[in-house]
């Protein structure tokens, strides 16, 4: 049995959450709402982290492109996925939540345009 300190990060309150468990079993969480003992749970068995960066892109008024996961992303591949993105160039123009690339991984998770990007 191990006591270990979660930050949940499922709304804007951030309560620091006190969780017993043994392996990914949750026994006890304290204090937090139902939200908050469901991020435990998941957190113990496969941690996820909306993703928010940025891929280069050819032709635009900018010379990176902001694009963000279209899903949670398994935090134990956000390398990979960083590694994969560096090789990414998208050409403009580009409209707000485009498919930058799909199924990234084969995770089934999509990589989207988090704004429009117009032709320089
Ligand atoms: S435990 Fe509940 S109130 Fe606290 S941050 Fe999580 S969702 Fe919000």
């Not at 960066?53 to 591949?77: D, E, M, Q, W």
């Not at 998208?90 to 498919?99: I, K, L, M, R």
Request: charged letters at 25%.
């Amino acid at each position: 049995m191990e006591t270990t300190n979660i930050i949940c990060i499922t709304c804007p309150k951030g309560c620091t959450l006190e969780v017993t468990h043994e392996g990914d079993t949750v026994v006890k969480v304290k204090p937090g709402c139902k939200r908050g003992h469901e991020y435990v749970q998941r957190e113990l068995v496969d941690p996820r982290r909306m993703i928010a960066t940025t891929v280069k892109i050819k032709g635009g008024i900018h010379p990176l492109l902001p694009v963000y996961t279209s899903a949670p992303f398994p935090k134990g591949r956000i390398r990979d996925l960083v590694l994969a993105l560096r090789t990414v160039e998208v050409e403009a123009p580009v409209s707000v939540d485009a498919v930058v690339l799909s199924n990234v991984l084969d995770t089934g998770i999509d990589i989207l345009a988090s704004r429009d990007m117009e032709v320089k």
